[in-house]
């Protein structure tokens, strides 16, 4: 029986992930998780899986919550964050929080020798070289939730990763995949909120439409894998049936294929090396699908994707800044405070802005997060 700790219990993954548990009793259980500020899904998590811990960001919300929870030990901060991610019963962390804030709880749960099954893809964006050193130190693995990784994962298992050539990452193109720039003026948030294949949280699915959720990726991919960002593309894949490929060097390519369904990737990174049955997922019948459809990436239609491979090939503390940006500036979005295409402008002023250091260590990294959120505000605050 394994023991999971599930940071963003109350998010898309996290729910998906409580699935995955309710649906295999035997082989899992949830001892610690944490939420945001959702009350009423955290009362029912406790409700439903007794856990042991229970991490809430507010004290306020802490201290109603621990009446309602009987034996729940209930806590609160990044201190409360950092005790869920790490709670000495639990075998598995599931870090499924949003943003950046996902990153300390995941180095002190490696530091704790736990198995990291990461959905959290800001952890590695902005702190890879620090965090894969770390796993590697204390002889930890970390197993991708991300369906594109998850898929990665799969292709290279079996074979030796030094075969491969290149990493060929799929991305749906989001909600605005057949619109032309131009078209893209005038979007309104309910339209970039309307994903056609995943239902996610509403940041990412932002994500998605700028094609910055796909380049967040590429960073993830190159800290998980160890391969340089020229041997890493992405192609338009509308279906999203395949969800990533590995091509070797004999020119084979593995390709990775099943319905979009996160608790596929959710379930396999908490069960592997075993496979389990999921008996809610639907199969893929391909002949049902008639056609899968793909198309050369333009990064001139889609800008994010192109900040982000120049962020990751800067490297140092610019993979951070983009990703601090992005968050930045998407909330912002979601407030209606700036339109689809500021999302863009803001976070590529913000890193001709900054002055980069290499080899930062964690507090740098920190800085670097708190210059570049304080740099978009400061854009927005002159008047956008
Ligand atoms: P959601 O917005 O649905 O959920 C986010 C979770 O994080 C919620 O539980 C929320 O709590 C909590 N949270 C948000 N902000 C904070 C904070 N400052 N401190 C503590 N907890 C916080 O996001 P998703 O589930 O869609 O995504 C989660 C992560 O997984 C992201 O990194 C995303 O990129 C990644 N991911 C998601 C996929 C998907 O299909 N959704 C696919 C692949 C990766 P509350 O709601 O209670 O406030
Ligand atoms: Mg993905």
Redesign the pocket.
Known sequence: MKQISL????????EQTLDVIRSHPDEFALSAF?????MD??EQIIKEFQPEIAAV?HKDDAMKLQLASGRTKVVYGIEG?IEAAAYHESDVLVN????S??LVPTLQAIKEGKRIAL????TLVTAGHIVMKEAEKQGVSILP???EHSAIFQCLNGEDAKEAERLILTASGGSFRDRTRDELKGVTVDEALNHPN?S?????TI?SATMM?KG?EVIEAHWLFSFDYTKIDVILHKESIIHSMVEFKDTSVIAHLGQPD?RVPIQYALSYPKRLEHTRGSRLNLWENGKLHFQQMDLERFRCLDFAYTAGKMGGTMPSVLNAANETAVDAFLQRRISFLEIEDLIHETMQAHEIASAPVLEELQEADRWARSYVLSLLNKGR
């Open positions: 940071l963003g219990a109350t998010g898309s993954i996290g944490s939420a945001g500020v959702n899904k955290a960001i964050l499924a929080v949003m943003g804030v996902g959905a959290n893809k800001e939730v991300d369906s995943w996610m949280g509403a940041k990412i994500d959720n967040l996160m």
